[in-house]
């Protein structure tokens, strides 16, 4: 099924224009209403069960990911409650091969070039490192992002064949026939290198405007990716000998003549460009330390599943200190849920916000599209404040009767969970202005008096800021699970390390060190990573992050205020003004 312009998805998602169609699925630009922006809105067309779990499986493996150059995903759910979907941030621009197929050999920018195929690789380097081969390495998969007043970066999509580094493949051979290498013809059990082949050929056709391999038959092309190899390449543009040799040995049949690691690849193209890589890993490296496991919360994530499959409560309480991780629990928990057939509303509240109700319109254009007919055309009126073609329309004035707006809001509500489960999660609502502690007030009330079981009530808040909201809190305080937000053990913490930055045997009097100044607080155990990283006690080489074992434990900053204190140092003068301006 196709969708036309201007067709309005689950009453928030309004069609802008379909931008392709691949293997599994249809892609299609549509603009959230909800988070005023325009996003990529992928529509898996196979039903088959096989097909469904791949798809989970992409969008899962690229929930866990925060990279520059790799595509970022937002929401999963089911379009009429049967056809899966998930959106993701829009990437405005086409694909490599034709965007230096446009490009005049005169024109072309060797530097820019190189640094492109530099970011490609580091791209590679990252997934690789969390123990994951992406699979369908292709031109049509790498886009060049281009916003105004920026330079144009590369960004890597479409992870649906994407599997774990090592594992044996038992659903025969898949991925693109043009971009297979030959250990996947083989059927043998892959890494990262098969990655590395596939780009290889993507840089291979950049550079001749011809497919690489082409035949009669599936058979022909199969077997030239076998025994046909690559000596030399008739380039259309000015690059050097060295660059070509770095193809070339991409290219390679024999996993063991290629490059071991994107990062060595990378490493030799940004030579040919005069800079160093770490100018380029400088801008990536951030990533890593935030892109660690969820760890340290597995008993709260498990409390609050638990929460979905019973009726025990339908509220829960998540408080914590500054950076103990309560948006983080809330995106694993939201990730889950969605997954398995939950509708899931996350409201993050702002501060900044002058609009009357702007978390209630955030939440009425989220369930809009669960509302049966009946109650669409009995409440026209209601549903015309939050028309996905007008800005906000709630107006307050004397005559406004606030109390039958928000029990018009409720009975939305329980409209839209008529037929299936929701959950609505207000984040930081310490935050929040006194009409929106007064909507949930009353919301609360109605969910502990009729005990809704299709409705699961979510909130957060700071716990030093608790006073702000002192009315919500104690009306929830006996009918509602509570999860209070420690810091995680040393174990959590070497875990994260671990899978941030695949560091192995990790020195336990750096573990002790940082729990001992972070209290296991996520944010300042990331703060502390980062000032470990500038102190050159954690350093990044050959690919790899690498403990000094010759450090000095003085050097690890005393307290997390010192680890702060330490950063800004770096920065340079006008920085530091604006630092101190905010």
Do not use: W
Not at 268 to 294: M, W
Not at 400 to 410: A, H, K, L, R, S
């Amino acid at each position: 099924m196709k969708y036309s312009r201007d067709q309005i998805l689950l009453g928030k998602y309004k069609v802008i224009s379909f931008l392709g169609e691949g293997g599994m699925g249809s892609t299609y630009l549509v603009y959230d209403e909800t988070k005023k922006e325009r996003v990529a809105l992928k529509i898996l067309n196979l039903k088959d069960q096989k097909s469904i779990e791949s798809f989970k499986k992409e969008f899962f493996l690229l929930s866990k990911f925060r990279h520059p150059n790799l595509v970022s995903v937002i929401d999963y759910g089911q379009i009429d409650s049967s056809i899966p979907y998930y959106t993701m941030e829009y990437v405005e621009g086409i694909n490599i091969f034709d965007y230096f197929l446009k490009v005049d050999p005169f024109d072309f920018e060797v530097n820019f070039f190189y640094k492109l195929c530099s970011q490609i690789l580091l791209a590679l380097d990252y997934i690789h490192n969390k123990n994951v081969v992406h699979g369908d390495i292709k031109a049509e998969n790498i886009l060049i992002h281009h916003k105004p007043g920026e330079k144009p970066i590369p960004k890597i999509l479409d992870f649906g064949l994407s599997q774990s580094s090592f594992a044996e493949h038992k659903e025969g051979l898949t991925g693109s026939i043009g971009y297979v290498s030959p250990e996947k013809i083989r059927g043998e059990i892959i890494d990262g290198r098969s990655d590395l082949y596939s780009v290889g050929i993507v840089f291979y056709e950049i550079l001749t405007g011809r497919i690489l391999y082409q035949g009669n038959d599936t058979l022909s092309i199969l077997k030239k990716h076998l025994f046909e190899e690559i000596h030399t390449i008739e380039s259309r543009f000015p690059v050097s000998e060295e660059f070509i040799k770095v193809i070339l040995r991409l290219l390679r049949k024999n996993i063991f003549d290629r490059y071991q690691r994107a990062f060595n690849a990378a490493n030799d193209i940004s030579i040919l460009y005069g800079e160093q890589l770490k100018d380029e890993f400088d801008f990536t490296k951030d990533f890593y330390f935030i892109s660690g496991t969820f760890t340290g919360r597995d008993n709260e994530l498990n409390s609050l599943i638990e929460l979905t499959e019973s009726s025990k409560n339908n509220i829960a309480v998540i408080k914590g200190d500054y950076g103990s991780g309560k948006s983080r629990l809330l995106k694993e928990f939201k990730i889950r849920t969605q997954l398995s057939g939950y509708t899931f509303v996350d409201i993050k509240i702002n501060e900044n916000e002058v609009k009357p109700f702007a978390p209630v319109y955030s939440l009425v254009n989220e369930l809009k599209g669960l509302l049966t007919q009946d109650f669409i055309q009995s409440h026209s009126g209601l549903l015309d404040l939050f028309d996905i073609n007008n800005d906000n329309k709630i107006q307050l004035h004397s005559n406004f009767d606030e109390i039958g707006f928000i029990f018009n809001i409720i009975d939305l509500i329980n409209n839209a969970s008529l037929n299936k489960k929701i959950i609505l999660s207000f984040d930081d609502v310490h935050l929040a202005d006194s009409r929106t502690i007064e909507f949930l007030e009353y919301l609360i009330r109605s969910i502990s008096i009729d005990k809704k079981d299709n409705i699961l009530l979510v909130i957060s808040y700071q716990i030093d800021c608790a006073d702000r909201i002192d009315s919500l809190s104690s009306q929830i305080k006996d009918n509602s699970l509570q999860i209070e937000l420690k810091g995680i053990d040393k174990e959590s913490i070497r875990k994260y390390i671990e899978s941030s930055l695949s560091i192995k045997e990790i020195p336990d009097r750096i573990i002790d060190k940082i729990y001992d100044e972070t209290s296991g607080n996520f944010l300042f155990v990331e703060e502390i990573l980062k000032t470990l990283f500038e102190e050159q006690i954690i350093y990044f080489e050959s690919g790899k992050f690498k403990i000094n074992a010759d450090f000095d434990i003085n050097k690890i900053p005393i307290t997390i205020i010192d680890a702060f204190k330490s950063r800004i140092n770096k920065y340079s003068d006008e920085e530091k003004e604006c630092l101190y301006k905010l």
